[in-house]
């Protein structure tokens, strides 16, 4: 029996495995290769990017988490079936990039899928999973984004669990994404196989567009409810908390097809729903204004707070063309957003006492203006041009 137990105690492993626990307490933050550059990365775009985010204050902000997405690799494994990083793309080899970036401050990430092939038709994981996750940790990875294309008949939470289990037995600390695009409720037990799970199909720069199954970001946000049956205020975010996150997508601010407008409430509703905070546009090249929202830390801190509740939309008046949103931050303090969902500018106001969870009286202030505003007794009004929002955060008065 005294040899025969630490055999057995080795066979065990894999059902004792687990996700990394302690990782992701507050929402991912980073950048990804996706939104922007698709198939045409490489070790030089991964090097300026990171050289920008140093220079932009991004990686200061929170953003540390690059992450290579979908065609990183050689189209076929080797000969062992070993996963090979495309050459050209990346001559130096990926072991030095995690170098790289570890020695500038950054987290490295990097995508596969759970499938036979990628979504872009690269070599999946599949019946690779235990090897995939030794490279993966030789090459130093913090963070594993892993998809769901070409998975065929596979049941995706037994699937996932496979990754899982293999990343915890290669022994590096990982944050585990998965993104199975909300199709098998992911939200229902995702929550012990990885950190942050996709809620829906793909997000692309659009308000409330739809091409073929990407999304604008307002459809996007209203599915949070409709996905979840017998959805109550908080729609998915009561799935949500530290260490364990609904994924609405990455961010598309500062993309062409959104209005500064639409960027700036984006990242607001983003931060509003406890949202991971990858950018994904090219931050080599931004707009002041855009590099100044993205590093905006009064905005960071909603989504960042501690307590890590998801908020939720507390008000929709169609005919008023606003919707309010609330989240329930630290300390007794909470966050409120209010959208003007109509097509031109308008006067909102907000009426606090309408607000049902927020109880009491508050100090307000006004985030993007900068500026004192008053308490709860008296309603705010502002004129907001069309999809943007107006970001309060209200700290309880002292009696
Ligand atoms: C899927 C994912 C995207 C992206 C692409 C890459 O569509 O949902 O986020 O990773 O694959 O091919």
Redesign the pocket.
Known sequence: MKKILPLLLALAVPALAQKFEGLALTPPMGWNT?NTFASNISEDLVKQTAEAMIANGMRDAGYVYIVL??TWSAKERDARGDLVPDPKKFPSGLKALGDYLHAKGFKFGI?NCAGAR???GYPGGRGHEFQDALAYASWGVDYL?Y?W?DHGTADARETYKIMRDAIHTAGRPVVFSL?E?GQNKPWEWAGEVGHLW?TT??IYDSYDGRKGWAMGWKRILDLQYSLVEGSGPDGLGRYAGPGHWNDP??LEVGKEGLSFAESRAHFSLWCIIAAPLMAGNDVRHMSPEIRDLLTNRDVIAIDQDPLGKQGFRALAEAGKNIEIWVKELSNGEWAVCALNTGPTAAELTVEWNHLWTIQGNFQVRDIYAKTAAGDTSKPYTARVDSHDVLLFRLTPVKK
Do not use: A
């Open positions: 996706w997405d979908d995508y990628t979504c872009g984004k998809d294309c993104c695009w996709r199909g793909d997508d990455m």
